[in-house]
T-cell receptor, first 112, second 113 residues
């Protein structure tokens, strides 16, 4: 079946570095994507989204890149801070569906 | 964005018992969702709860095990029935926001002994 997955389950970076978290998806009908951040003991929090008619979207310190050719999504965090330490999930929506499929999650650890 | 609260935040239960988890939203929402997140895993949708109709369950989840109520547009409950240690998990409710965005509650951490 089709799935959404992540390349790296754990990413360790130094404070101030840039972080890149990757997500591969296989559903060609996906047309909307969200990145969520889940801190320890909390529910997932919306970070940024992107539609399939875009290939890049920027927020505050975060950028999402979408490569539809290879079905790849990435989240870039600039100047990573200890408060960015969390598990990051990508979520993918098929066209016309309001039910997301969540990726496996990547644990980002930021060392001061 | 919606503010969502869940009760209890955590619980330790004996096998064979049942636990009802409450989800309260600070605004009226059409759809509410219940997810399970097993330790170190991603989120799996249990069911979608709309007010005034029966919940729609995903494959692998049944109403007898996870009965859901949705009495109004700001509240829902999920019951985990006849619990076993395999039900130890985080249970999350979420609501539909703008576009397809979902907003999540803080979760209920359940440990079944």
């Amino acid at each position: 079946g089709e799935s959404v997955g992540l390349h790296l389950p754990t990413l360790s970076v130094q404070e101030g570095d840039n972080s890149i978290i990757n997500c591969a998806y296989s559903n060609s009908a996906s047309d909307y994507f969200i990145w969520y951040k889940q801190e320890s003991g909390k529910g997932p929090q919306f970070i940024i989204d992107i539609r399939s008619n875009m290939d890049k979207r920027q927020g505050q310190r975060v950028t999402v890149l979408l490569n539809k050719t290879v079905k790849h999504l990435s989240l870039q965090i600039a100047a990573t801070q200890p408060g960015d330490s969390a598990v990051y999930f990508c979520a993918e929506f098929s066209r016309g569906s309001y039910i997301p499929t969540f990726g496996r999650g990547t644990s980002l650890i930021v060392h001061p | 964005s919606a503010v969502i609260s869940q009760k209890p935040s955590r619980d330790i239960c004996q096998r064979g018992t049942s636990l009802t988890i409450q989800c309260q939203v600070d605004s009226q929402v059409t759809m509410m969702f219940w997810y399970r997140q097993q330790p170190g895993q991603s989120l799996t949708l249990i069911a979608t709860a709309n007010q005034g109709s029966e919940a729609t369950y995903e494959s692998g989840f049944v109403i007898d095990k996870f009965p859901i109520s949705r009495p109004n547009l700001t509240f829902s409950t999920l019951t985990v029935s006849n619990m076993s240690p395999e039900d130890s998990s985080i249970y999350l409710c979420s609501v539909d926001g703008s576009l397809e965005t979902q907003y999540f509650g803080p979760g209920t951490r359940l440990l079944v002994l």
